[in-house]
């Protein structure tokens, strides 16, 4: 079984935990910690587990929404690392210690009882991956970052049954903000966030593929609000059988099954 919860998502910090369940054993892997060490080991424990139960992390960026205290919880608990060759460049290249895995686009990881794939996205980072997760026929996509769809990112996400997928803005509110120019233009660019709308035009197209679980994450506490999400997913054509969750910046998601 092959499930995922969200720790808390946006700009202030975003951590997801992936678990795979064989047998009685799980295996765990956390993707991105920005949030304080503190923090995150409450949300471990409301989330029923602990940084002593997590295999692995998975960084997908530098940006400190994503890093938060990764480093710190890594050497605390001996936890392997994985980012990219870039992400540990535009961090100066800290030492973990022996525990950092470089990952790259395309190289599967394998992590107990759960496959891996990173791949990059057009996103305003040194070399930003997100992942597929895989365990027996489950495929569960997080993309939390992404400043357009690339078709490299459709390839990778077509087939997976759960995502967890940034909805960041809504173009309007952007517009209306009160964000400098070019603040609203790095948001709005190809290579920031990924608005409402532009999310909703990937999972129609992943609704084809059979996307049946939907979380909604990264939403701008600013320029978005859940029921816009929901709007601009509320046309599309076999929405209906879509369980859609949206991530809250705090409080995350419950348990999802993947
Ligand atoms: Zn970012
Ligand atoms: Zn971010």
């Known amino acids: 079984m092959l499930q995922f919860k969200s720790l808390g998502s946006g700009s202030t910090g975003n951590a997801t935990l992936v678990a795979a369940r064989q047998s009685g054993m799980s295996t765990r892997l956390l993707v991105d910690c920005g949030l304080g060490i503190k923090q995150l080991d409450e949300r471990l424990a409301q989330a029923g587990t602990s940084a002593n139960q997590i295999d692995g992390i998975f960084i997908t960026h530098e940006h400190a929404d994503h890093i938060g205290c990764a480093r710190a919880l890594a050497l ?19 030492d973990f210690d022996g525990l950092l895995q470089i990952a790259s686009d395309g190289v599967a990881i394998e992590l107990g009882a759960l496959q891996v794939m990173p791949f990059t996205v057009p996103h305003d980072a040194r070399e930003p991956l997100q992942l597929v997760c895989r365990h027996d026929q489950a495929r569960l996509g997080i993309v939390t970052d992404l400043g357009h769809c690339s078709t490299h990112v459709m390839q990778h996400l077509a087939g997976c049954q759960s995502a967890l997928l940034e909805f960041n803005h809504d173009t309007t509110l952007l517009a209306q903000s009160a964000y400098p120019p070019f603040l609203r233009q790095r948001i709005g660019g190809n290579y920031g966030h990924l608005s409402n709308d532009a999310a909703a035009a990937m999972v129609q197209g992943l609704l ?34 879509l369980d859609l969750h949206i991530a809250d910046e705090i409080e995350g998601t419950a348990w999802l099954d993947a």
């Open 208 to 241: 084809t593929h059979g996307l049946q679980c939907l979380a909604a994450a990264h939403l701008s506490r600013q320029n978005n609000r859940p029921e816009l999400v929901r709007q601009s997913l509320q046309a599309l054509p076999g929405i209906q059988r």
């Open 76 to 94: 605390r608990e001996r936890i392997p690392v994985w980012m990219s060759r870039g992400t540990h460049a535009a961090l100066n290249t800290p």
